[in-house]
Structures are given as structure tokens and as C-alpha cells.
């Protein structure tokens, strides 16, 4: 009593799992419900509908919901001056200046999420925004390989979409940057923490850079810069391409101002 395949003359053929349509063939081609698994696809896609930009929304990222942590696992490290380190894996960090910081792996995510990149300050720095060569930074190095699609240092370049989610003590105006490996083609952009201890979720877009040297190989093809804290000489202008180092703004919080501040980030894509 149960239908297994249905052939009309004139029109569709169907098929059934069990007396469920799986598959029905139509004037244009053919409906699948349920999941079509295949061992190769060809084509490019670019006639595929239903999707804002089909095949390209691919996260360059890597582990960027901080679920991988070889290096700490559920332990912290205390980060100096000295040595820069990682709390998650991919996620290089650095202290440099007269504050340090604890990091690791938390727990504490938005809905969605298991673990997000934790911060919090051991040794305030007061000065961080005056003194010249400070800065407290997270980074990502993104592999050329997976950053060439941007076509970035030619007449074709294309932008890039940047979200994260961000929950911090200290509320104000944060900077997160993209730069060369060369660190001379640098694009800064401004984000705000509006309620301070909240989940929050930010989406940056950048331009494509059509000048410029960027490498297309395994080295770093894109790195991403969160600053916490930069000293003077770090100092620069939000929404252009600046041609040196400049990872914050004259608005950039001063994270590093008082000892037990946290910060946390995770969903980055």
C-alpha cells in the first residue's frame, strides 16, 4: 500500500522512501526534499538562486567560536611583554608595555557559541594611549591561499565582511584593523561596546585594496588586529588605507586602565 515511484505521461516522475516523495522531475529540472548528497559538483554556481552571493560566503577564519585550545586548554597564561602567545588556537596575542594580561579559553559565549577568547587585566596600564611604543592587541594571520578570492593588490579587488561577537566591562569605542603581511597597506575601523558585560554581536565591512603588495601563497595574506590598548605612534585615521602600522583611533578605549577589566570575543567570521 505504499507508492514507490509515480510516472506521469506528458509530465513528472517521482520517487518515494517509505511513501515520501524524495525526488520529482519538473519542466526545468528536478526537486529534491531532503538532503542531496553527491561526490562532486560541477559547475561554478553562478547560476544558482536563492542565495545572496552564491558559493563565496566561506569563513576565512579559523576558530574563530575559540573552540580549539591545544596550547592552554582550560588553563591561563599571563601575558608580558616578552613573548606574545595564544589563548585559542590561530589567535596570536601580545602585552607589550607596562601592563599584562591574562588569557585563555572561557566558557562564557551568546547563544550559539560554547567558548569565546577571554582577556582580563593583571597589571593596568594608565599610560597606554600616551606612551609611543605600547600596544595590546589580538591578531589572526589568515594563509594567502585562502584570502586570494579577494583578488586584493589588483584592479578586481574585492571587499570582505568582518563579524564578531564582543563582551566587555569597559564600554567605548574599539578598533579592529586589516593589514598586509607587509603591515603597509593597513585599514582601521572603529566598533563600540554600548553596554558594558553584554553579549554583542559587530559586523565591519573593508574595501578591497586594488593597490598595494599582497601575497597570494602560505604566508599571510590578511591579518586581523582587535587593539585593547596602542600607544601614540599607533595612532590614526578610521576608513582609509593607511601606508604604516596604525591599529586605533583618538577614541580607542583605554581597556588596560584599570587592573580586572575583561574582555571576550568568539563568532568571528
Known amino acids: ?27 526545468t529540472g528536478a526537486i529534491v ?27 576565512m577564519v579559523i576558530n574563530g567560536a575559540a573552540m580549539i585550545s591545544q596550547r592552554l586548554g582550560s588553563s591561563t597564561y599571563n601575558l608580558t611583554s616578552s613573548p606574545d602567545y595564544y ?54 594571520r589568515i594563509e594567502g591561499y585562502n584570502t586570494r578570492r579577494l ?9 570582505s565582511t568582518l563579524s ?24 582601521m575601523k572603529e566598533f563600540t561596546v554600548s553596554n558594558a558585560n553584554t553579549w554583542e554581536y559587530k559586523t565591519i565591512t573593508y574595501p578591497g585594496d586594488t593597490t ?8 599571510d595574506g590578511v591579518q586581523l588586529n582587535w587593539c585593547l590598548a596602542s600607544g601614540s605612534n599607533y595612532q590614526g585615521t578610521a576608513n582609509q588605507w593607511n601606508t604604516s602600522w596604525k591599529d586605533h583611533t583618538s577614541n580607542q578605549v583605554n581597556f588596560m586602565a584599570t587592573s580586572g577589566n575583561k574582555i571576550r570575543f568568539t563568532g568571528i567570521q
Not at 33 to 59: E, M
Not at 212 to 219: L, P
Open 151 to 159: 583578488n586584493m593588490g589588483q584592479s578586481n579587488a574585492q571587499s
Open 1 to 27: 500500500n505504499e507508492t514507490y515511484i509515480e510516472a506521469d505521461a506528458n509530465g513528472a516522475v517521482q520517487l518515494f522512501f517509505n511513501n515520501t516523495k524524495r525526488l520529482e522531475t519538473t519542466n
Open 87 to 140: 589563548p585559542v588556537d590561530r589567535f596570536r596575542c601580545w602585552a607589550v608595555g607596562g601592563g599584562t594580561l591574562t588569557i585563555q579559553q572561557s566558557s562564557d559565549a551568546p547563544t550559539g557559541f560554547q567558548n569565546s577568547i577571554m582577556f582580563t587585566v593583571n597589571t593596568a596600564d594608565t599610560d597606554a594611549l600616551s606612551v609611543g611604543n605600547t600596544y595590546y592587541i589580538m591578531q589572526q
Open 212 to 219: 598595494g603588495t599582497w601575497v597570494h601563497d602560505n604566508t
Open 33 to 59: 526534499t531532503g538532503i542531496c548528497t553527491a561526490t562532486s559538483f560541477s559547475g561554478d554556481g553562478s547560476a544558482l538562486t536563492g542565495v545572496s552571493s552564491p558559493l563565496s560566503n566561506r569563513n
Open 164 to 187: 564578531f561577537y564582543v563582551k566587555s566591562d569597559v564600554q567605548g569605542t574599539y578598533c579592529v584593523m586589516l593589514n598586509n603581511k607587509a603591515q603597509n597597506r593597513c585599514y
